[in-house]
């Protein structure tokens, strides 16, 4: 089984910022929500995490040991890194949502995003048919994953929510992943 699992919350999370490559740690919050994560899983063969403090954190309270991979880091917003939701321009939010190729300035599309997930997917779908594996990442990666289980275009992205310390369940067999749940939280 794989799960897919969202860090826990920080303040910049809390403030209703975008963030991105920024690196805070967890708030309070964040790590009571990274422990009863943790305790939700409960036993694990392997963990993976983005690079980023907040991702790390949270992993180690489900493994003491933890492998990295960069390709699970959260999709670069660019200039808009640190902004609140409501500060966007209504403009840039209509591209955005309406074009999966569209990037912020010096960031990431949605499109770009889904490709460098999709092909840590397959490596991860590998190994985890028959270990119990966890991908500690974000939100963004966390809904092209869903995408690539699916079978849906990254524009789901806009379609979907995505808890802080939740987590995914998704089974990897000779037919391909088959999503199991979403976002649960307890």
């Known amino acids: 089984m794989l799960y897919v699992v969202r860090h826990g919350r920080t303040e910049v999370n809390a403030a209703g910022k975008l963030l991105g490559r920024g690196d805070p740690e967890l708030d309070e ?14 036993k694990v063969d392997l963990v993976i995490s983005s690079p980023l403090k907040r991702t790390m954190e949270t992993a180690s309270y489900i493994s003491d040991t933890v ?21 966007i321009d209504s403009e840039v939010w209509k591209k955005w949502r309406s074009d999966i190729h569209w990037a912020p300035d010096e960031g990431e599309s949605l499109a770009a995003l889904g ?3 999709t092909e840590a997917c397959k490596d991860v779908a590998k190994i985890s048919q028959d270990r119990e594996v966890v991908v ?5 990666p966390i809904k092209a994953v869903l995408a690539w289980v699916l079978g849906l ?3 789901v992205a806009w379609k979907c929510h995505v808890s802080p310390g939740s987590s995914m369940a998704i089974q990897v067999g000779n037919f391909g992943p088959v999503l199991h749940n979403f976002n649960l939280t307890q």
């Open 115 to 117: 490709v460098r997930v």
């Open 136 to 140: 500690v990442t974000h939100v963004s």
């Open 67 to 87: 492998e990295t991979d960069p390709r699970w880091l959260e999709l670069d917003y660019g200039k808009l890194e640190g902004y609140s939701i409501e500060s």
């Open 153 to 155: 275009d990254a524009g």
């Open 29 to 42: 919050t964040g790590r009571t929500q990274a422990l009863d994560l943790a305790n939700r899983l409960g």
